[in-house]
C-alpha cells in the first residue's frame, strides 16, 4: 500500500485510541490485519499518480472508509501510467 501523506501512514502506525479519528484508523487497521500481507510505504506523489488521484478523489468524500467496486476511468488512466513509468518533473522553491 503506497500513501503520498506521511501524516496518514503516521496514523495508521502510531494513533492511540486518544486520536480525534481513532475510529477510522481502526477501520483501517482492522483491515490490514486480514489474511494477507500489506506493507504501507510513503511515496510522492510524483512517484504514484493513482494515489494522488484517490487522496484527491478522498477530499470529496464524507469522512470514513470508502471502497471502490471497480476502478473508474480517470484511476485506470492514472495506474496504466504508473505501471508504465511516467515521469514527470518535481517542482520545488528554494
Given amino acids: 500500500l503506497q500513501t503520498d501523506s506521511s ?3 503516521n496514523l495508521i502506525d502510531k494513533a492511540t485510541p486518544r ?3 481513532f475510529t477510522q484508523v481502526a477501520e483501517i487497521r482492522q483491515r490490514l490485519n486480514r489474511d494477507w500481507t500489506v506493507r504501507i510505504e510513503h511515496v510522492f506523489r510524483e512517484a504514484n499518480f493513482a494515489a494522488d ?4 478523489l478522498g477530499h470529496s468524500r464524507s ?5 471502490l467496486d471497480r476502478p473508474d ?3 485506470l488512466y492514472w495506474l496504466f501510467f504508473d505501471r508504465v513509468g511516467g515521469v514527470t ?6
Fill in 73 to 75: 476511468t480517470k484511476l
Fill in 53 to 56: 488521484y484517490l487522496a484527491s
Fill in 89 to 94: 518533473p518535481r517542482f520545488v522553491r528554494s
Fill in 19 to 21: 486520536h480525534s479519528h
Fill in 7 to 9: 501524516t496518514a501512514k
Fill in 63 to 67: 469522512i470514513g472508509v470508502h471502497t
